[in-house]
């Protein structure tokens, strides 16, 4: 599976294309802005989108599902959770094939109710559950400190630590990172109670 991440927007948004390079079928994760510089990819290496996937609702994620959509004729794909458009709903535990690659959904909620990390060929696609060096923050609507310690501690950090992390943001000292790296260097993967956790995030 070959990761083409692109920074997009004013936020250092990520999109993501990933490429089955067995059979050039690909999936877009978070289109947003700068649709021509995803659009580049595609048509640089001949790849046919079969599904766009949305790591939450987010706008700064979601803005250019339509679009994509339409000029890739794809579907969307957004958790259960979500009260946006889309043509497939998953939850925790499914697969999402494209050629013959895979991606497992795990349920990460606390950024926002829809959130989902996607892990697959050593990699982990996080959203903004986690980022390099920080966390999604949790005062949108939706977003829980509560629920996003559970995502942390007993979800994310019990991941295999040398799978490689693709966040939602580029807000942290490089564009990816590992399990490993982010649980001995990361603020927010610290062993803390949830107490502690909630007084950090509220203090953050």
């Not at 957004?78 to 709903?89: E, G, M, P």
């Not at 980022?131 to 609507?141: A, N």
């Not at 399990?179 to 953050?204: C, H, W, Y």
Request: aromatic share 8%; with cysteine; hydrophobic share 35%.
């Amino acid at each position: 599976m070959k990761v083409y991440q692109i920074e997009v927007g004013n936020m250092q948004n990520f999109t993501y294309v990933l490429e089955d390079e067995e059979t050039q079928e690909s999936v877009i994760i978070d289109p947003s802005w700068d649709l021509d510089l995803v659009i580049d990819v595609m048509e640089k290496n001949s790849l046919k989108v079969k599904y766009i996937i949305n790591t939450h609702h987010h706008f700064d994620h979601t803005i250019g599902n339509d679009a994509m959509a339409k000029s890739t004729g794809s579907k969307i794909i957004q958790h259960s959770a979500s009260a946006l458009k889309n043509d497939i709903r998953i939850s925790d535990g499914d697969k999402i094939k494209f050629g013959n690659s895979e991606l497992t959904v795990v349920h990460t909620p606390g950024h926002s109710k829809d959130s989902i990390c996607l892990v697959g060929d050593s990699k982990v696609f996080s959203g903004d559950t986690l980022f390099v060096g920080s966390c999604g923050r949790v005062d949108l609507p939706g977003g829980s400190a509560k629920e996003l310690y559970h995502s942390l501690f007993d979800i994310i950090s019990k991941m295999n630590e040398n799978l490689v992390l693709y966040p939602g943001h580029n807000y942290g000292n490089s564009p990816t990172s590992t399990i490993g790296r982010e649980k001995k260097t990361n603020v927010v993967l610290q062993p803390r109670t949830e107490n502690e956790f909630l007084e950090f995030m509220n203090s953050d």
